[in-house]
């Protein structure tokens, strides 16, 4: 343990909750949290603080990555040439 007064043991400020790692979700979390984070992302992205944005597109991107390990062979709607 530090003896310096100006260390303390516990962080001053609050810790944002980062969930559970994606591998570990369940796929009904894992599709809900995907969900929510879909819906929100218009409003994060035009409104939120440029730490929350970040925060909102890494946890994003990692749950997308997972349900891709997932789902390897997911359905692809093919579109029409244009």
Do not use: C, W
Request: zero cysteines; charged letters at 35%; aromatic letters at 2%.
């Amino acid at each position: 343990m530090s003896t310096d007064p100006t260390v303390t043991a516990e962080p001053t400020t609050t810790t944002r909750d980062e969930g559970l790692p994606p591998e570990r979700l369940s796929e009904d979390d894992l599709l809900r949290e995907l969900a929510q984070l879909h819906r929100t992302r218009n409003e994060t992205f035009l409104h939120a603080p440029t730490r929350a944005l970040q925060h909102h597109s890494e946890r994003t991107v990692a749950l997308e990555m997972e349900y891709l390990r997932r789902h390897p062979e997911r359905d692809i709607e093919e579109r029409g040439q244009h």
